[in-house]
C-alpha cells in the first residue's frame, strides 16, 4: 500500500465568545481537514487547529508524504523531521494554546495512517493502539465565563438555534451563581460525572468563589479550574490552599515547572498541566522537578496517537496521572480522542471536551453522542467517522468568508474591553 495524495481543507465552524487567559474567542474556530488516499482507494482522515502557517506546512508536506507505505509511521515520522526539522520548546508560545506546527503536521499524518490502516484491516484504531481497555469513555463538562450571544460581529457564525442547551449557555453569568446554571444545564444535557471550569478570566476570588458553589451544587462531581497560568507563585499557593477539598485537581496555576513544583510543595492538592510540560524534551524536567501530578496530553500536540500512548508510558512509569486536553473541534478529532482513550489503560481522569459549545460539524450522521458523560468506541474500521461532503463544503465556505487565518483571542476581546492586552502573569 502507497500514498498517492494528501488533501487540505482549512474550515470554520462557529464558535460562541467564550472568554480565557488570552482574550475571547472569535466568531469561529479554524480546523483542517487531512486527506490522505492510498492506492488501493482507502482515505484515511485527521483533523488539526487550524491556521496559515499550519496549512503551509501540511501543503509543504505532500513532496514527502506522495509515494510512502502508510503501514511504516516510523519511516515516514524520520523522513518529516529530515524535510522539516523539528519544533522548539519555544515555539509554543505563551499563549494557553499550543503554536507549533511542525508537531501538528506529524500529529495529522499520524491519525490518518491509523485511519487508514484500520480501514485496510477491518479493525478500530483503538485496537492498533493496543487494545481496547474501555468501550465508553468519560468526559468533563467543560465550563465558560462568557459574553452574552453566540456569534459575535459576523452575523453568519451565529448559532441558528438558541433553544434548549444553546439558550442555557446563553444566559451564563459572570457570577457564581450563573457559573452553577451553566453547569447545571450542561449536566442535564450531556450526564457529566465531573467539571472543570476555564478560568484566568478574573481575579482569583471570583473563581475560586465559583468552585466553592459548585462544590455545594455537585457535592460527587469532581471538580477543576484552570487559571491558564496566570497566577504567580504565591498567588498560585495562597488560591491552592483555599480549594483544598475543593478540586480534582488545579491546573496550571503558574507557569514554569520550577513555578509548578514550588506551588505543589505548598499546596495540598493534585496539579495538572498542559502548559509546562508539553513535550518528550520537557519529561526529564517534570521528573527532576516534580511539577505536576498529571500530565494532560492532547493528540494534536504530542505527535499523534503513537506519541501520546508513549506519554501514557512515561506517566505510568513515573506515578503521573493522564487524561487530555481539549482545544475546539470537530467529531473526527472527537473520534480520534475517544479512540485514544478507549485504548490508554491508564487513563484516570476524564478527558476535556469543547464539544458541547459547538453546534456544528462535518461528519456523516452530525454530531457525536455524549450520553451519561462519556462517548461510545465508534463503530466501524478506522476512526469510525466519515466526511459529509456537503458539510465539508459549507465549513470551508465559512473558512474563506470569515477572512480569520490564525486563531488571536485578543482583537475579539478589544471590541469588548478596548485596549485590552494579553499578559503572561495577571494575579
Known amino acids: 500500500m502507497r500514498l498517492t495524495e494528501i488533501r487540505i481543507t482549512p474550515v470554520a465552524l462557529g464558535d460562541p465568545p467564550l472568554l480565557n487567559a488570552a482574550g475571547l474567542h472569535a466568531p469561529w474556530c479554524l480546523r483542517t481537514i487531512v486527506e490522505i488516499v492510498a492506492d488501493n482507494g482507502l482515505t484515511g482522515l ?147 460525572e465531573s467539571i472543570k471550569l476555564k478560568g484566568g478570566c478574573f481575579e ?15 457535592p460527587r462531581h469532581p471538580l477543576r479550574l484552570d487559571p491558564n497560568a496566570l497566577w504567580t507563585v504565591d498567588t498560585s499557593i495562597t488560591w491552592g490552599r483555599e480549594l483544598e477539598g475543593v478540586l480534582e485537581y488545579l491546573e496550571d496555576p503558574c507557569r514554569t515547572q520550577e513555578g509548578m513544583a514550588a506551588v505543589r510543595k505548598a499546596v495540598k492538592l493534585p496539579l495538572a498541566t498542559n502548559m509546562c510540560t508539553t513535550s518528550f524534551d520537557d519529561l526529564p524536567g ?30 505510568r512509569t513515573f506515578g503521573r496521572g493522564v487524561s487530555m486536553h481539549s482545544n475546539n473541534h ?42 451519561g458523560g462519556c462517548v461510545t468506541l465508534p463503530k466501524g474500521p478506522g476512526l469510525g467517522v466519515e466526511l459529509d461532503r456537503a458539510a465539508l463544503a459549507r465549513a470551508h465556505e465559512n473558512y474563506k468568508r470569515c477572512g480569520l487565518t490564525e486563531r488571536n483571542d485578543e482583537p475579539e476581546m478589544q471590541k469588548k474591553v478596548p485596549g485590552w492586552k494579553f499578559k503572561q502573569t495577571r494575579w
Open 46 to 192: 485527521a483533523e488539526v487547529p487550524g491556521s496559515a502557517a499550519i496549512n503551509a506546512k501540511l501543503e509543504a508536506a505532500r513532496a514527502v508524504v506522495v509515494g510512502r507505505d502508510p503501514l511504516n509511521w516510523h519511516a515516514l515520522r524520520a523522513a518529516l523531521r529530515a524535510h522539516f526539522g523539528t519544533d522548539s520548546a519555544a515555539a509554543r508560545g505563551d499563549k494557553p494554546w499550543d503554536q507549533r506546527a511542525l508537531v501538528q503536521v506529524e500529529s495529522a499524518l499520524d491519525v490518518a495512517c491509523l485511519d487508514l490502516q484500520g480501514k485496510a484491516f477491518g479493525v478500530p484504531v483503538a485496537t492498533l493502539l493496543g487494545g481496547i481497555a474501555r468501550e465508553r469513555v468519560p468526559y468533563s463538562a467543560y465550563l465558560f465565563y462568557k459574553y452574552e450571544g453566540a456569534g459575535g460581529d459576523l452575523e453568519f457564525g451565529t448559532d441558528p438555534k438558541a433553544t434548549g442547551w444553546a439558550a442555557a449557555r446563553q444566559k451564563a453569568a459572570l457570577d457564581p451563581a450563573g457559573v452553577v446554571a451553566q453547569a447545571e444545564a450542561m449536566v442535564k444535557e450531556f450526564g457529566f
Open 204 to 218: 482569583p476570588a471570583q473563581e475560586v468563589a465559583a468552585m466553592k458553589a459548585l462544590q455545594e451544587a455537585f
Open 286 to 315: 517534570s521528573v527532576r522537578h516534580g511539577s505536576e501530578d498529571i500530565i494532560l496530553t492532547d493528540h494534536h500536540f504530542w505527535g499523534g496517537l503513537h506519541s501520546s500512548m508513549e506519554l501514557a508510558a512515561h506517566c
Open 330 to 371: 470537530g467529531g473526527i478529532s472527537l473520534a480520534a480522542m475517544t479512540h485514544l482513550g478507549a485504548a490508554m489503560p491508564n487513563l484516570t481522569y476524564a478527558l476535556d471536551t469543547h464539544y458541547p459549545w459547538q453546534w456544528e460539524d462535518f461528519i456523516v450522521g452530525g454530531r457525536m453522542k455524549i450520553e
